[in-house]
């Protein structure tokens, strides 16, 4: 079992960054793929982006790519969410979340576990 903790969050000013760091406690964080999401208000939890367990290979989605970047470090239990240029429509609470896989999947259904959440607010 891994638990997941979230930090980084706040508030940004639009074209802003953030990097937002997820810290995993327990055994093993090196044979866990590993995801972020991100929830808006009245909206669905929306993929982000997902590195495999020894990130050779990530994955981001359309409406991030080119802004968001994913890695890991297997060493310090730790993966992070790097946000450039980030615009008010990235307002959202951002998780992210942990999958016994091979791969590093995009469907919130293939992950087992999850962190609590930091919010992310940024301002026009």
């Known amino acids: 079992q891994v638990q997941l903790v979230e930090s980084g969050g706040g508030l940004v000013q639009a074209g802003g960054s953030l990097r937002l760091s997820c810290a995993a406690s327990?055994?093993?964080?090196?044979?866990?793929?590993m995801g972020w999401f991100r929830q808006a208000p009245g909206k669905e939890r929306e993929f982000l982006a997902a590195i495999s367990r020894s990130a050779s290979s990530t994955y981001d989605a359309d409406s991030v790519k080119g802004r968001f970047t994913i890695s890991r470090d297997n060493a310090k239990n730790t993966v992070y969410l790097q946000m450039n240029s980030l615009k008010p429509e990235d307002t959202a609470v951002y998780y992210c979340?942990?999958?016994?896989?091979?791969?590093?999947?995009?469907?919130?259904?293939?992950?087992?576990?999850w962190g609590q959440g930091t919010q992310v607010t940024v301002s026009s």
């Open positions: 979340a942990a999958a016994i896989s091979l791969i590093a999947p995009i469907n919130s259904r293939r992950y087992d576990y």
């Open positions: 327990g055994r093993s964080f090196a044979n866990y793929a």
